[in-house]
């Protein structure tokens, strides 16, 4: 599954690019994160819990970052394991764009899930997926406002 979106936020694209490498944002803004701890500039890992239906999963999960093409572009991969629940694996292209009334962030972001997270139906499964990335970015400009206060 691959889901696009762009979302407008009102800072520069340097604190917005710093922000996606800071464990206490990400922790903010990714729904239902329990944990997340860095484990070197370019690895995390995190505990979160989803509910996809009837099935709610606690994946454990590594999060690989890659900000070399920093500030304009930031990707990231991961895999999560929900044990009986099932898998998912999946990464994000991030594009930056300074512009006048801040940075537009656009993002691609595709998901594999696999077990009984695949079984309960792709539309169930894309429509909270599409949620939860909007969530994300929701939490991420709230975070990212508080801390500039």
């Known amino acids: 599954m691959v889901l696009e979106e762009e979302v407008q936020l009102p800072l520069a694209r340097d604190i917005v690019f710093q922000a996606l490498n800071d464990p206490e944002i990400l922790q ?22 989803v509910k996809f ?17 920093g500030p304009a572009v930031f990707k990231l991969s991961g895999k999560g ?10 990464g994000a292209d ?5 512009n ?9 972001v595709n998901i594999d899930i696999s077990g009984k997270l695949a079984q309960v139906g792709s539309r169930l ?11 994300f970015f929701v939490n ?7 801390k500039q206060a």
Do not use: W
């Open 28 to 49: 903010q803004s990714i729904p239902g994160c329990e944990e997340l701890t860095r484990l070197s500039d370019t690895e995390m890992q995190a505990k979160v819990v």
């Open 53 to 69: 239906g009837p099935v709610k999963a606690s994946f454990d999960s590594k999060v690989d970052l890659d900000p070399s093409e």
């Open 81 to 90: 394991d929900a044990g009986v629940a099932g898998h998912a694996s999946g």
């Open 94 to 98: 991030v594009n930056l764009e300074e």
């Open 100 to 108: 006048a009334d801040g940075t537009l962030l656009k993002y691609t």
């Open 125 to 135: 499964v894309e429509g909270t997926t599409k949620r939860l990335a909007k969530k």
């Open 140 to 146: 991420f400009e709230q975070a990212l406002l508080a």
